[in-house]
């Protein structure tokens, strides 16, 4: 069972390059969500969306884009790298229930 | 955002019960209380959930008094292998808020 995929699992970008973080649940969850975990701390949320066609600010939203393309698939872009945006992003879909949610694997970003 | 309040960190050793406490100040009658472990360079997983009293799956037990104001992850015996963070997140509407868990190390 893939659950929960992420790519590309590493990236060094440069400072002011653009990218696309890419994630797809195959478990028909509505909702999805991106976060971002910094090296000794707690995960925030950057965006959510809790169903096809929506999507809502998170904690921390400024520096990203998401755009929810299908049920299955839920992208976070960065127009504009900054050294500031170094983390590790998890993104994760909830169950239909509202109480559960299952986490990728996580994609390791660093920029220079 | 509202945010559930657990230690920040928790010494053990190996084969002593280990017992986790979240608040839970602003849960809402409808949400059933949830616990994530994650080891280091992965995502968090999910162990164990409730809704009251106690729930007891082959990795821990959750205990969740009558007001369910707070939680207690119970990991029995626990080994080196244990060592991660705990989280026990507030879920806000399915914004699920996470603070920054409990860093349970296991020491031999």
């Known amino acids: 069972n893939a659950g929960v995929t992420q790519t590309p699992k590493f990236q060094v970008l440069k400072t002011g390059q653009s990218m696309t973080l890419q994630c797809a649940q195959d478990m028909n969850h509505n909702s999805m ?18 169903s096809e066609g929506t999507t809502d600010k ?8 998401v755009s929810r393309l299908n049920k299955r698939e839920f992208s976070l872009r960065l127009e504009s790298a900054a050294p500031s945006q170094t983390s590790v992003y998890f993104c994760a879909s909830g169950d239909n229930s509202g109480n559960t949610i299952y986490f990728g694997e996580g994609s390791w970003l660093t920029v220079v | 955002l509202a945010k ?13 019960e280990v017992n986790i406490t979240c608040s839970h100040n602003n849960i809402a009658t409808n949400d059933y209380i949830t616990w994530y472990q994650q080891f280091p360079s992965q995502g968090p997983r999910f162990i164990i959930q409730g809704y009251k009293t106690k729930v007891t799956n082959e990795v821990a037990s959750l205990f969740i008094p009558a007001d369910r104001k707070s939680s207690t992850l119970s990991l029995p015996r626990v080994s080196l292998s244990d060592t991660a963070v705990y989280y026990c997140p507030d879920n806000y509407g399915q914004n699920f808020v996470f603070g920054p868990g409990t860093r349970l190390s296991v020491l031999p």
């Open chain 1, 33 to 50: 969500y991106w976060y971002r975990q910094d090296p000794g701390m707690g995960l925030r949320l950057i965006y959510y969306s809790a």
């Open chain 2, 4 to 16: 559930t309040t657990q230690p920040i960190s928790m010494d053990s050793y190996e084969g002593q």
């Open chain 1, 58 to 65: 998170g904690e921390v939203p400024n520096g990203y884009n």
